[in-house]
């Protein structure tokens, strides 16, 4: 029993050794191998590797891949007119040789991210100083982008090399700061609001002439129609009396007597009239006397 477990001790033992002098870098990142705390060797293609235990040997990961580092800062920064914007953006950048990185900026990409924000924003910040806010929002922002990312690549490659890449510098919004911005939203709604008073008051201008025309064309439009009803009526009157004339021409007694049966009607239109007169010498009542069939009465009812 005790030879046994001295053999499965010692391959446990041995299990625990190999494990330790075996490691797997990874298609995605970097292996650096520190032989008592100096970099021996960086491994920068995947697979199986080996190395001495610790103490004497360690392994450490670097990400190769490439990174994005987004603008985390809200601070304003100044124009060249003295305007305050404040901008967002974001730097796409690499490790690329992990061994100055190490020496240089870190052991790891967060290290990295904190020093290359600080200089990119710096970089943004005296070139918005060069530039107006025309200048920012137009073709031109091509030209600031640029540039930032050359004064990015100069620091980064300076007498203390980074070991890092930026791929791209890019802006992705340009704004004033919060105050400004509210300035300028009531400027806006305020000049949106004289433009809807102008555009109603001109509206309703426009509404009243359109009515008064209506109007006036109604009133004209009505006093035409009168004047030809009046000028029908007139001709109408005019050849109704000249039918008249040539009938009542033929007979003038007859037309006599018509005339006073009209009379007659429009005197008494109403059982309520009253006529108070001497029949025998009013000359109203000379058809009837001409005819026999009134006598000496007082007064007559209808």
């Known amino acids: 029993m005790n030879r046994v477990g001295f053999f499965a001790t010692s391959i ?166 919060e105050a400004i911005t509210e300035s300028v939203y009531r400027r806006m709604e305020a000049e949106r609001k004289r433009v809807a008073n102008e555009l109603r008051s001109t509206g309703a201008a426009e509404g009243e002439k359109i009515r008064a025309d209506a109007d006036r064309q109604r009133e004209i439009t009505i006093a035409n129609a009168y004047r030809d009803a009046q000028k029908v009526k007139g001709e109408g009157d005019a050849e109704a009396a000249r039918i008249y004339a040539e009938a009542f021409g033929r007979d003038p007694q007859f037309a006599q007597f018509y005339r006073s049966l009209d009379a007659y009607k429009a005197s008494f239109n109403k059982k309520s009239d009253i006529v108070v007169l001497d029949p025998a010498s009013s000359e109203f009542f000379k058809s009837f006397r001409g005819s026999g069939a009134l006598t000496s009465t007082p007064s007559i009812r209808k």
Do not use: C
């Open 12 to 177: 446990l033992v041995a299990l625990a050794l190999l494990s330790s002098m075996v490691f797997v870098v990874d298609q995605r990142q970097f292996g650096v191998l520190y032989a008592l705390g100096q970099i021996k060797e960086v491994i920068t293609e995947p697979g199986l590797n080996f190395k001495l235990p610790p103490p004497f040997q360690n392994v450490s990961y670097i990400d190769k891949r490439l990174l994005t580092l987004d603008s985390s800062d809200t601070e304003p920064m100044l124009t060249a007119e003295k305007q305050r914007v404040v901008i967002d953006w974001y730097v796409r950048w690499r490790i690329s040789e992990p061994s100055e990185y190490i020496r240089n900026v870190g052991l790891d990409e967060n290290s990295g991210a904190l020093q290359l924000n600080r200089v990119v924003r710096n970089a943004f910040q005296e070139e918005i100083n060069k530039r107006t806010v025309k200048e920012l929002l137009s073709l031109k922002r091509e030209a600031l982008m640029s540039d930032v990312k050359r004064e990015v690549l100069e620091s980064v490659r300076g007498a203390k090399p980074w070991g890092v890449d930026v791929v791209d510098v890019r802006i992705t919004r340009v704004d004033y700061v």
